[in-house]
């Protein structure tokens, strides 16, 4: 069975702290992994895409992958109450026949 | 750029009424992908097709979903007859790739609400 497990929260944070978001995979195949962010009514919206092993840093967001141990997580630095979304982890793998595997997503509060 | 274009935006009809969603995908993307999502279920994939051709429909609920893509430019999503069950928010995502080593970009979904 495919499965790209998360937290489905909510996931509650004080502004300005560090918000870590986690996910869990299945297929040890696994070669591509995305974080997509939703906001309430919207579409999803890439906001990372990871390929290898360790960090990957854009502005306030950092891509941790650890293939060894099937994970990947997301944290936001510095975290606004713009953050404020369900974060959804996508995963590619052979499993899948290359498609994307969807978590459920985590709901992150961030609070004044 | 433009992005992924979906018509229309929200659809409200009765049970048994044929509905038709349409999507422009980003161009130059040779990847088009139908999701539906609900709060029961998240994001699924219904369908994805990959230079205008299906390549996996087994997403498909039932023989009432049908989906083309005449076109590069053009897809269409149908379901006929309608009913409640398939109220749900509906994307089209385009990508570079087929193969899932590249991302795939949202169009802002039609909401269906089936009465």
């Known amino acids: 069975q495919k499965e790209v497990e998360q937290n489905s929260g909510p996931l509650s944070v004080p502004e300005g702290a560090i918000a870590s978001l986690n996910c869990t995979y299945s297929?040890?195949?696994?070669?591509?992994f995305f974080w997509y962010r939703q906001y309430s009514g919207k579409s999803p919206e890439l906001i990372m895409s990871?390929?290898s092993n360790g960090d990957k840093e854009d502005g306030r967001f950092t891509a941790q992958l650890n293939k060894a141990s099937q994970y990947v997580s997301l944290l936001i630095r510095d975290s606004q109450p713009s953050d404020s979304a369900t974060y959804l982890c996508a995963v590619v793998g052979m499993d899948s026949n290359y498609q994307l595997i969807w978590g459920a997503g985590t709901k992150l509060i961030i609070k004044p | 750029d433009a992005g992924v274009i979906q018509s229309p935006r929200h659809e409200v009809t009765e049970m048994g009424q044929e509905v038709t969603l349409r999507c422009k995908p980003i161009s130059g993307h040779n990847s088009l992908f139908w999701y539906r999502q609900t709060m029961m279920r998240g994001l699924e994939l219904l369908i994805y097709?990959?230079?205008?051709?299906?390549?996996?429909d087994s997403g498909m609920p039932e023989d009432r979903f049908s989906a083309k893509m005449p076109n590069a430019s053009f897809s269409t999503l149908k379901i006929q007859p309608s009913e409640p069950r398939d109220s749900a928010v509906y994307f089209c995502?385009?990508?570079?790739?087929?193969?899932?080593?590249?991302?795939?970009?949202f169009g802002d979904g039609t909401r269906l609400s089936i009465l």
């Open positions: 297929d040890r195949g696994s070669q591509s």
């Open positions: 995502a385009s990508s570079l790739s087929g193969y899932g080593n590249q991302p795939q970009h």
């Open positions: 097709f990959n230079n205008n051709v299906p390549i996996d």
């Open positions: 990871i390929y």
